[in-house]
């Protein structure tokens, strides 16, 4: 973790130092301040895991949150999170499987099994909308990271803070001349401090080119103390989407929670974390798709009309598809099985 902090901040300071030419006095500032610690840059530098791994690794996660969920009294939530994905019915030639479907969904926000769900539906849904508004008005899609000083606060308090500054933002001139609306979210991430810090990720709709120190002047006007943010062109809008959608609205380190940060995170329980504004959000709301909105969805969702019988769609396998159930140890063995690796 300290290697890939180093690292993380490397390449932001790297970032920072090609697109702001800080004084001497701003640069310490710069560095004291914040570093932009995103998911979305970590997923290109860890190694990519398993399949089983991945799903115990969840399964581990959810089983130390139902852990202190219980200890803070909250035993409905405890034990829908040990409810959540405990047994799974799939389908599988016996090489690959295929539209995996669990026994029960918490919902949860912390969940990492119904918040990788949740992210993939999103995905879906705003992947065709999100394409032809971009077809439809010209607009250049980018992915905008605004960030925070850091404070000794709740996260409540702390996502208020972020959201009452950029609902500012974007009423400025400056905001309304450059873009068409988009969709937020939040994230959560905790520094070496130990404070934690919430960073907003913006999906914007870009009306024409600007030099990004502007729109840090902008963002240091509303927040009065803040002028880290990062912005990046999307190119590849499905997996601009995947890489925005998969990190967002769940801390990094829940691994490492108290029972205090679940309680602090609770108290969240009625703030939305994730929304459209501007022009893109009454285009959504009035999207009805046409015959020229076709958009190929990401891989998993191409399998959703699978039954047992059906043959294999994975590449050069012929094999029928079989339906079977197992626990949730019982399917990472399946899934080791099939990877080759021994059970456990
Ligand atoms: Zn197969
Ligand atoms: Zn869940």
Known sequence: MESLDKQTTFLINGFNSVNYSATPSETSKLQSQ???????????????KSRSETFKARQKTKGHLALLAAEIHESDLSK??????????FLTCGRHIHQVIPNFVCEFRLCPDCARRKSRKRVNDYL???????????VKPVHLVLTQTHKRETRKQSVKRLKTAFNNLIRREFWKEHF?????????????????HTHLHIIGFRTKF???DLLRDEWFSVTGDSFILRLDPITDLSKGLLEVFKYVSKPLDIDRFTAGDLKDFLKLRNTHLFGSFGEFRTFKSNYIASDDDKVSLPDYSKYGQLTEGY??????????????RRSAKG????LRKIEGSPPS
């Open 128 to 138: 065709p909308v999100m394409t032809a508004f971009v077809r439809r008005n010209r």
């Open 210 to 212: 600007f030099d990004i």
């Open 180 to 196: 068409k609306g988009g969709t937020w979210s939040v994230e959560f991430t905790r520094g070496k401090d130990n404070l934690h």
């Open 331 to 334: 399917f990472v063995n399946y």
């Open 34 to 48: 914040t570093y932009v610690h995103t998911g979305v840059i970590n997923s290109q530098q860890i190694k990519k």
């Open 80 to 89: 829908k999170l040990l409810r959540c994905h405990s047994r799974l019915a």
């Open 311 to 324: 043959v294999c769609p994975s590449n050069n396998c012929d094999r029928l598809l079989i339906e079977k």
